[in-house]
């Protein structure tokens, strides 16, 4: 047994390392085969010891609980997994559906064609403009954008369009941005949205820089939320407009404390293959953008807005044009492909939510 320098203390069972932590703001799980979890509210911990990283998943109850690796993952080992997933599938992304990485909005009483996906995915980007508020008025619009997790930089080269803005994209795939600004150069953006490989959680921007912050299903992959949020808002101009459009798991009811079993289990094997950490709540997101300060927080749930989406995707990616395309990917992308059916299975059962979350810096 032994102590760390964060005053946790170390201990072993049946040889595996285990961390007991007594610490007023985060509150962690005491699971009998601890895995992935949610993140009620404070951030993801991580503690090093043996050599590796850990994860302390945090619910609501005691300030007592268990840490230990993700699955045998590091962060530095999600990020890989991350980036060469998308390294391996945004070619095959791209040339069956189009520059546009994310859901689409679909009107709940329109008809689907094949041909409208496209456009739902622009309508994605318009909803969520119009549900922050963001202004079409020269005098306000915004000027200076950036976005996270930019994947091929279709939203960053339409929001520059749109608003005559400059953009700066970052991704953690080399792949992604080498493309992103290919298709920026070959539209005559290139001098107005430029696109590199940074980490979200560190970002290579100063201090109040952008007046719109958009990440459009980009956090899923971050595995210290908090962090994440807190630097949406460091980089953000006072009076600027944060949006967040992200897959979530269902807010909890004031009786329960964590998800149930079957519920991380299905969030578990969606996690394995698309290299995410823990899901959160739209409540969560909300507790930790008010933790921050901002202002005029509101967030929305769409799953019923992007329902046609996942049965799009599976039926092109089982098309022979799709598999053709599969096979020649690599295994990652058809590890990911494999899945999808259970993304839809947790829409249907009210597991996975699709939340949009908007707020504001505070002007001064």
């Known amino acids: 047994m032994t102590t760390t320098p964060t005053g946790a203390t170390l201990i072993s069972h049946n040889h595996r390392p285990i961390l007991f932590i007594q610490s007023p703001t985060l509150h962690l799980s005491s699971h009998k085969h601890p895995r992935r979890n949610t993140c009620r ?12 990283k850990t994860r302390a998943r945090s619910v609501r109850g005691e300030s007592v609980g268990v840490v230990e690796m993700v699955d045998g993952r590091t962060t530095e080992e999600l990020k890989k997994g991350i980036a060469e997933l998308y390294d391996e599938s945004s070619g095959v992304w791209e040339d ?10 679909y009107p709940l009483d329109g008809v689907v064609s094949l041909d409208d996906h496209r456009d739902a995915q622009i309508r994605m980007i318009e909803e969520a403009l119009r549900f922050a508020g963001v202004s079409d008025d020269p005098s306000k619009k915004p000027r200076s954008i950036v976005d996270f997790g930019c994947g091929i930089g279709g939203s960053s080269r339409y929001l520059v ?7 700066q994209g970052i991704a953690l795939s080399p792949v992604q941005a ?3 600004q290919a298709l920026a150069d070959a539209q005559g953006l290139g001098d107005r949205v430029p696109f590199q490989v940074a ?3 560190a970002q290579p921007f100063p201090d109040g820089k952008f007046d719109l912050v958009w990440s459009m299903e980009s956090v899923e992959h971050m595995p210290d939320k908090k962090k994440f949020v807190s630097e949406l808002a460091r980089v953000a101009a006072p009076g600027a407009t944060i949006i967040i459009v992200t897959r979530c798991h269902r807010d909890l009811s004031p009786s329960e404390e964590t998800l149930r079993p079957e519920e991380k289990q299905l969030l578990d094997k969606i996690c394995d293959s698309y290299y995410l950490p823990a899901w959160c709540s739209t409540a969560d997101y909300v507790k930790l953008l008010q933790s921050l300060s901002l202002q ?10 992007v329902a046609p989406f996942w049965p799009a995707v599976i039926r092109s990616a089982f098309s022979w044009k799709g598999l053709t395309s599969l096979l020649r990917s690599g295994l990652k992308t058809t590890r990911g492909a494999l899945v999808m059916p259970l993304m839809i299975e947790g829409y ?3 597991l996975i939510r699709l939340a949009v979350i908007t707020c504001r810096k505070p002007a001064s």
């Open 41 to 52: 509210g404070s951030r993801l911990e991580y503690y090093s010891f043996a050599g590796k």
């Open 96 to 105: 069956i559906w189009g520059e546009h990485m994310h859901h689409g909005f």
């Open 161 to 167: 369009k749109k608003y005559g803005a400059s953009c």
């Open 178 to 180: 080498q493309r992103a």
């Open 199 to 201: 980490d979200a959680l």
């Open 296 to 305: 005029g927080i509101k967030s929305a749930d769409w799953s019923q807005y």
């Open 348 to 350: 249907k059962k009210d």
